[in-house]
C-alpha cells in the first residue's frame, strides 16, 4: 500500500515532465529553468533519498541536500533520476521499522535534534511532501500559461473528498 501510495505521488513529477516535453524544446528548458520547476523536484528527489538512506540505515536526515546538482537545469536528468527513483520503489522492502529523524530545528540559530519515529510515518510525510511541491510546480507552470492536468497536487484526503463528494446513486464507485 505505501509503496503503491509513493509511487503515485512520484508520477506526478513524472506527469509535470511529460508535460513540458510536449512543448518545444527550448522553451520547455527555458520555463524548467526559470519556473525554479528543477529546484523543485531535485527537493522532493532529496526528501526521496532521506528515505532511501533511512531504510538503509535507520535515521532520515531530510537537512541532507544536494542543491545545485544537474536536475535543477537539465530536464533529462530528472526523467531519468525519476526512473531510478522509481525502480527502487517497485523493489525495496517497505516493512514498517522504527527510525530516527535528525533535523534542524531553528533558523536563529543551529540546533539539531533527534527524534523517534517509523518509516510509514516518514513515508507519509514524502508523499505530502511531493504532492504539495508539485501543486506548487503547477501552480507557477500556470503563470507561464501552462496548464497542468487537474489530479497533479492534489493531496489524498482532498481526491478522497471529491470522489466522495460527486457519488451519487447512478454512480456506484468512483474512478
Known sequence: MMRTAL???????????????????????????????????????????AIK??????????????????????????????????????????DNCKITVASEIDCESTQRMHFDSNLNREILYVINHTIH???????????????LPAHIGIAPGTASFNRHSTQDESTPCAH
Do not use: C
Open 7 to 49: 509511487a503515485n505521488s512520484l508520477e506526478q513529477l513524472n506527469d509535470i515532465l511529460v508535460e513540458l516535453e510536449q512543448m518545444p524544446r527550448q522553451l520547455a528548458d527555458n520555463v524548467y529553468r526559470e519556473a525554479n520547476v528543477g529546484q523543485h523536484i531535485r527537493h522532493v528527489f532529496d526528501h526521496m533519498l
Open 53 to 94: 538512506l533511512a531504510v538503509e540505515e535507520g535515521v532520515v536526515d531530510y537537512d541532507k541536500r544536494d542543491r545545485g546538482n544537474e536536475v535543477e537545469t537539465d530536464r533529462l536528468m530528472a526523467s531519468q533520476r525519476l526512473s531510478l527513483l522509481r525502480l527502487w520503489i517497485q523493489t525495496e522492502d517497505f
Open 133 to 147: 511541491h508539485a501543486a506548487h510546480i503547477k501552480l507557477v507552470l500556470a503563470h507561464f500559461g501552462i496548464n
